[in-house]
């Protein structure tokens, strides 16, 4: 159960930041021209991921233990995840977002 939310996050995750670059990339080109704007663009997401992985990479260190997590485990199985719940807020949050970048 856990995987699949985890994959409908990823999937909820990979889409909002496809289409903030989308549009990231759009507001460039009115201000820059359509070459500048996949510049800046590529610019500043190598310098976001480059910092998003120096973050990942320090907090990954402290984490580093041989044991698993049974502790995990048993919580999530005496609390399973309302996975119809999450599935309906995720869609909600797609909907929205497409309504509203449909009026600008």
């Known amino acids: 159960m856990s995987r699949t939310v985890g994959m409908m996050t990823t999937a909820l995750g990979a889409y909002m930041t496809f289409k903030m ?5 759009d507001a460039l080109g009115t201000v820059f021209g359509g070459a500048w704007a996949v510049i800046i663009a590529t610019l500043t997401f190598l310098i976001y991921q480059s910092n998003k992985n120096d ?9 580093i233990n041989g044991s698993p ?10 609390n399973p995840q309302p996975l119809a719940f999450i599935a309906g807020a995720y869609l909600l949050i797609l909907v929205i977002f ?5 009026l600008v």
């Not at 973050?55 to 984490?63: L, P």
């Not at 497409?98 to 449909?102: K, R, S, T």
């Open 55 to 63: 973050v990942a990479y320090e907090t990954s260190m402290g984490e």
């Open 98 to 102: 497409e309504l509203l970048l449909g």
């Open 21 to 25: 670059w989308a549009e990231f990339q």
């Open 69 to 78: 997590s049974l502790t995990k485990k048993a919580m999530e199985a005496e």
